[in-house]
């Protein structure tokens, strides 16, 4: 077992303590669905029974199923039990399934599904954020670059950094719709990049990727900041990619 992958189960093993005991159960069973040892159809082991094995109260357990059931991963059929949904069921954008797919090796069609819806929203989002940004807006943005540069994606502030720039974009484009995928699109930034960081040797700067992006905003240049936000999506799945072959290599 590599030092990367001791980190990452360490990592993992630490926000989860940090969770109630019901959001625990959770992320326990939510991990196991996504990564597949559940798969849609099963029935999941029932309360009584997992309530024992794991030492905790009915009552957390029915909780926890709740909250899976809220994010569409199981659905609770009377006198048959808590049944895994069929993925089209997920919401793949909750923060919190996004957290748990990425705890282990997402397979490369829902990396590149991931990165394909980004493709299409984030572009054309820029492009409108170019044509409505205010002064507020691009001081949001210059200091969430200042951040990444300070800190870098290595530390979790600046990862924060980078979340509050593409909040800070999302956010410019005045489209309240938009807005809503402001938590959705800063989980997926921020899981990637935690990812390329746990299987990558280092992380590529992508400080200049981003500031293209904010040069254009800035300057109101519409097509130039859509393709500059298309390039920094393009170079960070190349680079998500890259880390996930490169772990597989190292786990053979």
Do not use: C
Request: zero cysteines; aromatic letters at 6%.
């Amino acid at each position: 077992m590599s030092t990367r992958t001791v980190l990452t189960r360490s990592n993992a093993k630490t926000r989860r303590k940090s969770l109630r005991i019901p959001a625990r159960i959770a992320r326990d069973l939510g991990v196991q669905i996504v990564s597949g040892r559940f798969k849609p159809g099963d029935i999941l082991i029932g309360e009584i029974e997992t309530s024992d094995r794991l030492q905790v109260s009915r009552t957390a357990y029915r909780e926890a199923a709740r909250i899976l059931a809220a994010k569409g991963l199981v659905k609770a059929l009377p006198k048959v039990g808590t049944r895994v949904s069929p993925q089209v069921q997920w919401h793949l954008l909750d923060p919190d399934v996004l957290g748990w797919i990425f705890e282990f090796d997402p397979d490369e069609k829902m990396l590149a599904n991931l990165f394909e819806l980004r493709r299409i929203v984030e572009p054309e989002a820029a492009a409108l954020a170019a044509a409505r940004r205010t002064d507020k807006d691009l001081r949001a943005m210059g200091d969430a670059l200042k951040g990444m540069s300070r800190y870098t994606l290595a530390s979790k502030a600046g990862r924060a950094a980078d979340q509050e720039f593409h909040a800070a974009l999302l956010r410019s484009t005045g489209n309240a719709f938009v807005e809503s995928l402001i938590a959705s699109v800063g989980a997926a930034v921020t899981w990637t990049t935690i990812y390329k960081g746990h299987h990558s040797s280092h992380l590529r700067d992508s400080v200049p990727d981003h500031q293209r992006v904010y040069n254009a905003v800035d300057a109101q240049d519409a097509p130039a900041a859509r393709s500059a936000m298309a390039n920094l999506i393009d170079l960070a799945l190349r680079d998500t990619t890259n880390a996930r072959r490169a772990s597989k290599k190292k786990s053979k």
